[in-house]
């Protein structure tokens, strides 16, 4: 059984900076592309961010571009989002999601597993 479990949300400050973390278990990890998306209150869950199984290509929703970066440690079967300069925007849930698809997208239903989310809240 597939279970991804983010965790690293908070509450900060805007222009502060945050590490999410997402762990797998129950698939092999190294052979999934990996996610993260974010759902603010009242809107559709978003894509932000996503890294290739083998790391080598990553892609960004444009609003994080140069803000945030992806990134996998396959030995430990981990997941990233390090977040710098937040804005009050940036507040969501944010989820980690795993793809089976090579070069998987920014749809939502190109991922297969979720995990539950975690709550991140920027002040101004």
């Known amino acids: 059984q597939v279970q991804l479990v983010e965790s690293g949300g908070g509450l900060l400050q805007a222009g502060g900076s945050l590490r999410l973390s997402c762990a797998a278990s129950?698939?092999?990890?190294?052979?999934?592309?990996m996610g993260w998306f974010r759902r603010a209150p009242g809107r559709e869950r978003e894509f932000v961010a996503r890294?290739?199984?083998?790391?080598?290509?990553?892609l960004y929703a444009e609003s994080v571009k140069g803000r945030f970066t992806i990134s996998r440690d396959d030995a430990k079967n981990l997941l990233y989002l390090q977040m710098n300069s937040l804005k009050p925007e940036d507040t969501a849930v944010y989820y980690c999601?795993?793809?089976?698809?090579?070069?998987?997208?920014?749809?939502?239903?190109?991922?297969?597993?979720w995990g539950q989310g975690t709550q991140v809240t920027v002040s101004s």
């Open positions: 890294i290739t199984w083998s790391g080598g290509s990553t």
């Open positions: 999601a795993s793809s089976d698809r090579a070069y998987a997208g920014p749809r939502v239903n190109e991922y297969n597993f």
């Open positions: 129950g698939h092999t990890f190294s052979n999934y592309d």
